[in-house]
């Protein structure tokens, strides 16, 4: 569910004309603030999926939110940043385009409304150089049934672990699925490490 709608928002917005203007379309990196920040400056113009806490659970169903960071850099000042030059994405520019792709619209099977906009104002981004608008959306979806037994019969038996490992990590989500297939697909790229282990039976 979470994975679904995380790839989804992802989706929409890679797959939309704003897509042509960014440097980065991906999940917010999970590291450390300052290095964070660094990345953030390095990937500007980009638009961030982050998942939103708390989730909501009422009535069977869950609420769940997520924010679409927009990021922009510019290095005249913060009014280009904000409106745009021409040249460089304005973050004003790219949260109007999220907004008309993402509300009442569909991502990853769901249906999604905005429920806010807000402009970071943390003094770490402004000496930066960045600019900072984050679009709040969240969807509605029922809570899922536990294990499906059928499904779980239908598996073959679990004889290989393979993982790979995103050391840094640098690879957004979609990436990571490429990777997860049958036969993996590593043409855009690939994990710093793997492994493979055989189930003893």
């Known amino acids: 569910m979470f994975a679904e709608m995380e790839i989804g928002l992802v989706d929409v917005i890679e797959a939309s004309p704003l897509a042509q203007k960014l440097t980065k379309v991906g999940t917010l990196p999970d590291i450390d603030g300052d290095n964070l920040v660094k990345r953030m400056a390095a990937d500007a113009p980009a638009v961030y999926v982050v998942v939103g806490q708390p989730a909501v659970v009422s009535d069977g169903s869950v609420r769940i939110s997520y924010g679409l960071a927009c990021v922009a850099r510019n290095a005249r000042g913060h009014e280009e940043a904000r409106r745009g030059d021409g040249l460089t994405v304005g973050v004003y520019a790219m949260i109007e385009s999220v907004l008309g792709l993402v509300e009442n619209g569909q991502a990853g099977g769901y249906l999604w409304r905005v429920t806010g906009i807000e402009f970071m104002t943390e003094a770490v ?77």
């Open 125 to 201: 981004l402004t000496q930066n150089g960045l600019t900072v608008g984050v679009v709040t959306v969240e969807t509605l979806a029922a809570l899922p049934n536990g294990i499906d037994e059928t499904a779980l019969a239908a598996l073959s038996e679990f004889t290989t672990l393979r993982a790979d490992y995103d050391i840094k990590p640098m690879v957004v989500t979609s990436e990571h699925n490429k990777w997860i297939k049958d036969d993996p697909d590593y043409s855009s790229s690939k994990p710093e490490l793997q492994d493979q282990q055989t189930v003893q039976t």
